[in-house]
Nanobody
Framework: QVQLVESGGGLVQPGGSLRLACAASGFALDDYAIGWARQTPGKEREGVSCIARNGDIMVHRDSIEGQFTIFRDNAKNTVYLQMNSLKLEDTAVYYC????????????????WGQGTQVTVSS
């Protein structure tokens, strides 16, 4: 069964950190580009960052550059999103998604999605 399962979300105070994980099963992640996107109620899903099959990284939002870091561990078939200096506006459901080879220009061009993990930044 092909699956992407996100984990690592939760409640964190402003300025805190979380590391999200996206574990793949049923296929090899190293054949794909893997990205993270996020969504808040009433808003469109927005891309966060993506790592291509060759390791190239695309940051979809300038505002998170230097704050969020995406990396992959092909041996564990898992991709991570390290999130530091979290802000209230980072509160969202975070999703991982895949696409063959290269990162898409936007979140609507991924081909398969996980179910998401909630991140809540609150004091």
């Amino acid at each position: 069964q092909v699956q992407l399962v996100e984990s690592g979300g939760g409640l964190v105070q402003p300025g805190g950190s979380l590391r999200l994980a996206c574990a793949a099963s049923g296929f090899a992640l190293d054949d794909y580009a893997i990205g993270w996107a996020r969504q808040t109620p009433g808003k469109e899903r927005e891309g966060v960052s993506c790592i291509a099959r060759n390791g190239d990284i695309m940051v979809h939002r300038d505002s998170i550059e230097g704050q969020f870091t995406i990396f992959r561990d092909n041996a564990k078939n898992t991709v991570y999103l390290q999130m530091n200096s979290l802000k209230l506006e980072d509160t969202a459901v975070y999703y991982c998604a895949v696409r063959r080879n290269s990162c898409p220009p936007g979140p609507n061009e991924y081909t398969f999605w996980g179910q998401g993990t909630q991140v809540t930044v609150s004091s």
